[in-house]
């Protein structure tokens, strides 16, 4: 039974706009969601994350939103540039466990 | 300077095969994971140890058996190597075993012929 979602196998944007990637989770024990970026052949890369307590966080280009009440957060990244191609994965903090769950991840791609 | 590092990056070894997988991170941290990224590139825990001690232990094969002989190592040593253990092994670090960002190594691709 898969906790964390992303239901977007991929993604593709044009250069300069906005990407948006999702994730939902089911568990409304989670308090810390990540989001890692994966380029092939490398282990994933630390982006961006946000404590349950709050519902934004940005970091540069870089802008998490969590939607408590929905279990959802995303992702955006404004503007998009070519080298942001890569997949993404949305992870979750269980508290009980001590685990990080990954979500299944999506390919985004920029287009010059 | 690598942050985590794991070795060998590729595995290719035979059926019935003994292999490990070491892992070492230079950054400090007190907790160490192995996860598993198979075929459908799901990436799953497997072990997580918090100052040598092992915290997380999910339900994978007792064939495979991680040692931790101190803070910066974790290896994984896998047994009787099958079919199905071929995939990519990531080892990770982070501060400690909640809400800290994990760093992760580069990989190891493992190969069962």
């Known amino acids: 039974d898969q906790q964390v979602k992303q239901n977007s196998p991929s993604l593709s944007v044009q250069e300069g706009r906005i990407s948006i990637l999702n994730c939902d989770y089911t568990n409304s024990m989670f308090d810390y969601f990540l989001w890692y970026k994966k380029y092939p052949a490398e282990g994933p890369t630390f982006l961006i994350s946000i404590s349950s307590i709050k519902d934004k966080n940005e970091d540069g280009r870089f802008t998490v939103f969590l939607n408590k009440s929905a279990k959802h957060l995303s992702l955006h990244i404004v503007p998009s540039q070519p080298g942001d191609s890569a997949v993404y994965f949305c992870?979750?903090?269980?508290?009980?466990?001590?685990?990080?769950?990954f979500g299944t991840g999506t390919r985004l791609k920029v287009l010059a | 300077d690598t942050a985590v590092s794991q070795t060998p990056k590729y595995l290719v070894t035979q059926m019935g095969n003994d292999k490990s997988i070491k892992c070492e991170q230079n950054?400090?941290?007190?907790?160490m994971y192995w996860y598993k990224q198979d075929s459908k590139k799901f990436l799953k825990i497997m072990f997580s140890?918090?100052?040598?001690?092992?915290?997380i232990n999910e339900t994978v094969p007792n064939r495979f058996s991680p040692k931790s002989p101190d803070k910066a190592h974790l290896n994984l040593h896998i047994n009787s190597l099958e079919l199905g253990d071929s995939a990519v092994y990531f080892c990770?670090?982070?501060?400690?075993?909640?809400?800290?960002?994990?760093?992760f190594g580069q990989g190891t691709r493992l190969t069962v012929v």
């Open positions: 990770a670090s982070s501060l400690g075993p909640k809400n800290t960002e994990a760093f």
């Open positions: 950054l400090g941290h007190d907790t």
């Open positions: 140890y918090n100052n040598k001690e092992l915290i």
């Open positions: 992870a979750a903090s269980d508290p009980g466990t001590y685990k990080y769950i």
